[in-house]
């Protein structure tokens, strides 16, 4: 286990930050998201930017998280990584049966 992961472990046995941690799951996922699409296409920030149009400068703090993107930026960041954006609701429990349980015959 790398130091970092020790770390953080540790962090998050604290209730309070493990609340925070959590809150700011969906950031989290947009921004690895974006970072694993980049590097699987082998793309710099510089080119992505060349692409999008998006500075180089916003990107790096999109993926550094000190820079909220909008919808639209983010839809803009696909398109120039060749992709679409999708975004799902999910629910926070499953529900048997109702309506997320499914048809049960």
């Known amino acids: 286990m790398s130091r970092y992961e020790e770390f953080k472990k540790e962090m998050l046995a604290d209730p309070a930050v493990k609340a925070e941690y959590d809150a700011l799951e969906p950031e989290f996922d947009i921004i690895q998201a974006m970072i694993d699409a980049r590097k699987e296409l082998n793309l710099t920030q510089k080119e992505l930017s060349e692409r999008t149009g998006i500075t180089q400068g916003d990107i790096s ?11 639209e930026m983010l839809k803009r960041l696909a398109k120039g990584m060749g992709m679409r954006l999708k975004l799902e609701f999910i629910p926070e429990t499953k529900i048997e049966g109702g309506i997320h349980g499914g048809d049960k015959t």
């Open 61 to 71: 703090r999109i993926e550094n998280g000190t820079r909220n993107p909008s919808l």
